[in-house]
């Protein structure tokens, strides 16, 4: 391990640590296993024990909450920056890139060369894929699945729960290659089929064929992907 800075840290006796950067302080919790070339940030904690642990505790103290821990993995080549917090039973693939103040709620899995905007939260028991770009304050719930190299644009909620508050949870499934944009809001249940294309702002409320651009409130179909990629790389094209 490389120190960046002064040496103040927490890292159980039970978890398992590669040759890591790290900065000033963290906490690494349990069995977590954090793999070679991963960097820490200040203040990041691997491995948080699940709410109803912590309901349970009688003692406070890190020391309490690393008895407890299952512990997450961390993949190589993984950059951790300050502020993040990261639950136990999570598994983040390798060359993944957080940004500051990310939660990752329990029970999530992150595919490789993935990239989690500053603020955003991923409440537990979520799939991610591969190379996945998820911007700055998306919020993602519990039961949602994303495929491989999709992106979410800033901002971006998914619901779960079509006539909350209720037990009756419905995730969104998002297919690969989907592009949705800023400020867009998915309600619960619903499937975006592959190559889709969410315009900023829309809410949608039904399932998005495959390679179709909806945009709107509600979201309604305007053309097809083909379309969308003709304008973009006319836009491009135009601005260099």
């Known amino acids: ?13 039970r978890a398992k640590i590669g040759k890591i ?3 000033n302080t963290f906490s690494i919790l349990g069995r977590s296993i954090v793999e070679d070339f991963v960097y820490i940030g200040n203040n990041v904690i691997i491995g948080y024990p699940v709410r109803k642990k912590i309901l349970n505790l009688k003692h406070k103290g890190i020391n309490i909450l690393d008895k407890i821990s299952n512990g997450s993995i961390i993949g190589k080549n993984t950059i951790i920056r300050t502020n993040c917090i990261i639950y136990e039973n999570v598994y983040v693939g ?4 957080f940004g500051h103040n990310v939660i990752v709620r329990e029970n999530t899995r992150i595919g490789n060369k993935t990239k989690i905007g500053t603020n955003t939260i991923i409440d537990g028991n979520v799939k991610i894929g591969n190379n996945v770009n998820i911007q700055s ?3 993602i719930p519990p039961k949602t699945i994303i495929g491989n190299n999709v992106f979410l644009g800033p901002c971006v909620v998914i619901t779960n729960d079509k006539y909350p508050p209720s037990t009756n949870l419905k995730g969104v499934i998002i297919e690969d290659s989907v592009v949705i944009g800023a400020n867009a809001v998915l309600l619960a249940g619903i499937k975006i089929c ?5 315009g900023a702002g829309s809410v949608v ?5 495959e390679d179709t651009v909806v945009v709107g ?5 305007i053309y097809k992907r083909e379309e969308y990629e003709r304008k973009k790389y ?3 094209n135009t601005n260099l």
């Open 1 to 13: 391990m490389e120190n960046i800075g002064f040496l103040m840290r927490y890292i159980s006796k």
């Open 21 to 23: 950067l790290f900065e």
């Open 94 to 97: 390798e060359n993944v890139e």
């Open 137 to 139: 304050s998306c919020y």
């Open 194 to 198: 592959k190559n889709a294309v969410i």
């Open 205 to 209: 409320t039904k399932d998005v064929p």
């Open 217 to 221: 409130n509600p979201a309604r179909k």
């Open 234 to 236: 006319s836009h491009f």
